[in-house]
């Protein structure tokens, strides 16, 4: 059984007084019948630990360093985001692809760092609207999984997030039949490469996902939550959303 899962990637939104969206979120569902996970910006995890201290909300990073510690200006480690409350942490972002030449390589090197300090790692995979448009997705997406996902991934501590770049931010979503198609080649393959746990591993949609469409994509096979970029950022849309994925079916 794969526990459904909503995740709210704040990417870089959120100053202090947007605590209270995450309160606020806490307090509409306090016994949810999914996980919620939130991933603001690293500056606020620990406060926003310290105010959801007893709640059913757990926290997220957005990204991760590979290695431990050392001289890396800037950056944060997994240990690290652990001190500071995170349970999870995203990796491989399509914009921290874009904008930090981040590659699979990377990836996977961040997502074995993540599991030695405990972190559920949430990988990110989603090809360009030029590549869906050659026919490459599946091909695309399948290199990304093979390349990004680090030896000892298992069901406990990885989940898989298909965000097609070109959905993103766009108010535009696939449909129904392109989600499914792509879900079920990594459920797929995922099985392959790892029996059990790859079927037991969850697979977020993401990419424009609102409370108007939630619904219809929570009853795709194999999509076990939802990756939720700008309808985070305010407790009433996510909660929304929440609630379109508390009511999917199992
Ligand atoms: P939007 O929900 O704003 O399209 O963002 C999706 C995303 O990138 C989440 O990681």
Not at 16 to 28: D, I, V, Y
Not at 135 to 162: F, K
Request: net charge negative; with cysteine.
């Amino acid at each position: 059984m794969r526990r459904k899962l909503a995740v709210g990637n704040w990417k870089m939104h959120g100053l202090s007084p947007q605590l209270g969206e995450a309160e606020a979120l806490s307090e509409r569902h306090p016994d949810p019948a999914c996980e919620i996970v939130l991933c603001p910006p690293a500056t606020l995890i620990s406060r926003m630990w310290e105010l959801l201290i007893g709640s059913a909300i757990h926290l997220g990073g957005q990204d991760c360093h590979h290695a431990d510690q050392g001289a890396h200006t800037g950056d944060i480690s997994a240990a690290m985001l652990v001190d500071a409350g995170a349970e999870y942490v995203i990796l491989g972002h399509s914009e921290r692809r874009h904008d930090h030449g981040e590659t699979d390589a990377h990836v996977a090197a961040k997502a074995a760092a993540a599991h030695s300090a405990g972190l559920v790692a949430i990988l990110c995979l989603g090809e360009t609207e030029a590549e869906r448009d050659a026919g490459r997705t599946i091909a695309v997406v399948g290199d990304q999984l093979a390349g990004s996902l680090p030896e000892g991934a298992s069901a406990a501590n990885t989940v898989i997030a298909y965000e097609p770049i070109w959905a993103i931010g766009t108010g535009r979503t696939p449909t129904r039949e392109q989600i499914a198609e792509v879900h079920g080649a990594l459920r797929a393959r995922l099985s392959d490469r790892l029996g059990s746990e790859g079927d037991g591993m969850r697979l977020l949609y993401g990419g424009s996902v609102k409370a108007e469409n939630a619904r219809e994509i929570f009853a795709i096979p194999d999509v076990d939550g939802a990756l939720v970029g700008g309808a985070s950022l305010k407790a009433g849309d996510f909660s929304a959303i929440v609630e379109a994925l508390e009511a999917a079916p199992a």
